[in-house]
């Protein structure tokens, strides 16, 4: 079963073909942490963008390693380009901006990205 998410004035727009998480990584690095970001990684061909890639910008920190992209409209971040630790392409889908996800419900992994 396939989940959907947006970011908030729902001009950035995106499926993700796999079961919702039952699981969320929680960083405590500088951007997620002022983000609040609860986050899930999927294969990019898992990740279908189902809006205009013109409504999407990018921001990059420290060691440059995920696209964070973010709607130029209302600023939200609905997911990152990344690549997993085998090298290959991932999506960090921000489950904040997933509405059929219980967020109390997840199971949650921090992850200490602030000593990195």
């Given at each position: ?9 729902g ?5 993700v073909d ?15 942490r ?18 205009s ?17 973010f ?38 992994q921090?992850?200490?990205g602030?000593?990195?």
């Open positions: 079963m396939a989940y959907s998410g947006s970011c908030h004035c001009a950035v727009s995106f499926t796999a079961e919702p998480p039952t699981q969320a990584i929680s960083c405590n690095c500088s951007h997620c002022a983000k609040g970001f609860l986050l899930t990684f999927v294969p990019v061909d898992q990740f279908t963008l189902t809006s890639e013109e409504t999407l910008k990018s921001y990059e920190f420290y060691k440059h390693r995920i696209e964070h992209r709607c130029t409209s209302c600023g939200t971040q609905p997911f990152a380009h990344g690549k997993g630790p085998d090298g290959s392409e991932m999506r960090a889908i921000n489950l904040r901006c997933v509405p059929s996800v219980d967020l109390d419900a997840l199971e949650l921090k992850y200490d602030a000593k990195l």
